[in-house]
């Protein structure tokens, strides 16, 4: 009997099996990631609460504070593609770059812009009570993360990067 081929049969011989519809399982690093971006939040919490010696739940989703979630996401991803397809990857390099950019903006920018809405507010509270500005809401202060917290993130993506990749 003769073999007969499909359409379906010829597009995988010609652009090989198609992607997996299951995204985590085969894709280690974008699980790594928002594993150590879940960890970095949920950390957050105690971390406040060792700090300021009280609970505050709204940390799980805030930006700023120990450690930085940016960078365990960012430092996990690169790891694991790492790992994965080895240093000379241009996805590895990719990843790494946009890891020590992140991390820059995190410890520079956004850190330094947190500063100056702490001054701003306290500017916007010395205004008399008839000024325009007397009734603006406050800005956020807790955007940036200190060297120490970006360092703590980057310390716990790379510990979830090394412990999936050896437990897959």
Same mark, same amino acid.
């Given at each position: 009997?003769?073999?007969?081929?499909?359409?379906?049969?010829?597009?995988?011989?010609?652009?090989?099996?198609?992607?997996?519809?299951?995204?985590?399982?085969h894709?280690?690093?974008?699980?790594?990631?928002?594993?150590?971006?879940?960890?970095?939040?949920f950390?957050?919490?105690?971390t406040?609460?060792?700090?300021?010696?009280?609970?505050?739940?709204?940390?799980? +989703?805030?930006?700023?504070?120990?450690?930085?979630?940016?960078?365990?996401?960012?430092?996990?991803?690169? +790891?694991?593609?790492?790992?994965?397809?080895?240093?000379?990857?241009?996805?590895?390099?990719?990843?790494?770059?946009?890891?020590?950019?992140?991390?820059?903006?995190?410890?520079?920018?956004?850190?330094?812009?947190?500063?100056?809405?702490?001054?701003?507010?306290?500017?916007?509270?010395?205004?008399?009570?008839?000024?325009?500005?007397?009734?603006v809401?406050p800005?956020?202060? +807790? +955007?940036?993360?200190?060297?120490i917290?970006?360092?703590?993130?980057?310390?716990?993506?790379?510990?979830v990067?090394?412990?999936?990749?050896?437990?897959s």
């Amino acid at each position: 009997m003769d073999e007969v081929m499909t359409v379906a049969d010829a597009g995988r011989a010609l652009y090989g099996s198609p992607p997996s519809h299951n995204l985590f399982p085969h894709n280690l690093p974008i699980f790594s990631a928002f594993l150590a971006l879940a960890l970095a939040q949920f950390l957050k919490v105690f971390t406040n609460w060792y700090k300021e010696k009280r609970w505050d739940s709204k940390r799980m +989703l805030s930006s700023g504070g120990m450690p930085s979630s940016h960078s365990a996401t960012v430092t996990a991803l690169a +790891l694991s593609i790492g790992l994965e397809e080895g240093a000379a990857a241009p996805a590895f390099a990719i990843a790494l770059v946009l890891a020590c950019v992140v991390m820059y903006d995190a410890s520079g920018v956004r850190l330094h812009a947190g500063r100056q809405a702490e001054l701003l507010n306290q500017i916007v509270c010395e205004f008399p009570p008839e000024h325009p500005l007397s009734t603006v809401k406050p800005l956020r202060e +807790l +955007l940036g993360h200190t060297p120490i917290q970006v360092a703590a993130g980057a310390i716990l993506g790379c510990l979830v990067a090394y412990l999936m990749r050896s437990t897959s």
